[in-house]
């Protein structure tokens, strides 16, 4: 071979070991793009996985939270989570229990989800059993321990060996510490293999517990506050309705009164009328034998013996106490009549319509009524007008006076003196009520007129009477001043508008 | 600069001056690379430019007569690379304004490490372009030839000439282009 076909030779040889060369890198560089090319695709499937959980994690943790608000009641709020849950970590049986510190159950619910009903009754058997075989105190001591979510062995908080749900999370929800009573809330998620726990899914779970502990608390304070709300309302009702009976007791309690005085005062008369009549009948029968000789014979015979009876049955003194007891009697009947006609005001207690009315007559009635009252150790005292005429209802304004005069007496338990005065002041007529008695205390006398203050004993009177007669008083327009002194007396004024 | 730079500078000296003319610089300038070219690799720009003195010591030629007639060959080797909008574009005139707006952007899309040229345009009329070029490579000639390519692809007629340029001391070069 020539030189120069020797060279040409070198030259190919050199071009082609360059050429294979190049090549070479060529592949490598396309081995490198497709390895890269790998990679990336990998890369992109995680990153595309990575943020399909970040999304289901994310959509699990906002539906939570905006139906975790939603929801009316604890049950429900609970309900839901072990719903969602279970939903997204998808294999977990769930059960939620509450327990105090008597490891006593407040409450529980089970969770499992299944596409089959025999499966899903299948698990709630499962579920059951497990619940009655759980380690409540062992469940409760963990709890104390650790405040965060935390694996454990099944077995670890039951009283039997655990075959099918083998491990569980625990989910603290919340803890309410009610005086010495204290109560821990917690979600118990139930696994059959520990492959199906997703770590990262349990740290969404651990970071969705704060929001719901704060609904949860919530949500608890405001059923709370339903409860002394609702129980408000029993109160309210109730004290409403022994305002109505103390009411209808004291409208009892002063017709009992009336009752009581109209016996008294009807009896009397009627007592001695009767034994009047009995006496009379006495004498009829005295009077009947003395005459009975005019019967037996003719009278010109009777007449010695008709004489002599007049003298021995006494029958010029028979006929002087007969004129006496018919007397006596009709003042007795008499007097059960005006009795009868007073009590007829007070049938007419309901009419609301203010009438001319005389204030001396209804004072002077009312002293009538209440006089059995100040027989024995008392006095009445009284300066009244001719007559005194106001706009009111005499039923109610006889009431007033009546209370004010017992109680008046009752003030005076050592005896004493009732002043009842009424007097005309420019266009006012005045009564003014005054007893000798204890005196009612400084610091008593503005709550005289509240319902439901007294100062007797119980049983003794409802404290309603004056607040009854303020009421009464203020519709008749009247005003009242209460003058009081302890151990010397206490004075009522009263003024009213003179009706002209 | 690219690979295939190298790569159509071989075919260049080897169609024009035998596979020898090739060889023996290799020899001669003992490159970092052995002279072993592969299109999508980078290698070193002096590696080029030593290429390119060695050949116009060699030829006697100005470096920017053997870059403008090697830009007109390379035209015609990137041109099947181009993206179609490009290969469909209706005149020089719209080509020319697609280099920087859309050739050599697919370029840096594909090639992250590429380095390219910037243009700008001026004096946009039927009759004229000035094409305004600004590299630390100063490949103005290169540009020219790649120009004249493009025209011939296109089968228009241009002339073109520089008013500024980087080799002049001026910051950028005026490459005017003539539509004749
Ligand atoms: C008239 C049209 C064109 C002109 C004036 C032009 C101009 C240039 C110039 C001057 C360079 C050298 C680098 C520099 O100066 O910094 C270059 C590089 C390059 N051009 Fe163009 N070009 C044109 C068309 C094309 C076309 C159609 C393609 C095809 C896709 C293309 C792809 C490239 C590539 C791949 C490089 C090498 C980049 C590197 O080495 O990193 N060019 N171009």
Redesign the interface.
Known sequence: MSEEAQ??VD??E??LK?ER??RK??EM?LENYTRELLEQEVLNDETRMEVENQQTQLSFLTGLLAETWSKPTLNKIVENYLERTCAFLSKPDNLFIELDNQCNYGQFQYYTQSSTESEINEHLQLLKSFLAQLDREKLYDLLQQEQETQLIDTNEISNETQDFYQFCVMVPLYTLALEDKKTVGVAVLLYQDQQDINITKLQTLESSRSMLSIAIERKRAEEELQQQLINLEETNKVLEQTQLQLVGQEKLASLGFLAAGVAHEINNPVGFVLSNLDTMADYIKDIKSALQPLADEPSSTSLPQLSKNYEEYELPFLFEDSDEILKSSVEGLERVKAIVADLSTFSRMENDELEPIDVTKVINKSLNMVSNEFKYKHHIETDLLESATILGIESKLQQVFINLFVNAKQAMAEGGTLYVRCYRERTKIMVRVKDEGKGIPHENIKEIFTPFFTTKAPGEGTGLGLSISYSILQQHNAKVEVLSEPNKGTEFVISFFEFF | MKGSVFNALQEFVETNHGLEAWDTMLNTLDLPSQGIYTSSIKYDDSEMFSIVTYYCEALNVPASDLLRTFGEFLFSKLMPMAPSEAKKAPSLHAFLYMVDNLIHVEVKKIYADSNLPEFDYKDQSDQHLTMIYNSERKLCHLSEGLILGAAKHFGEEVSISQSKCLHEGDDACHIEVRFL
């Open positions: 060279n040409k030259v190919l050199r071009a360059r060369a190049a890198l060529a560089q």
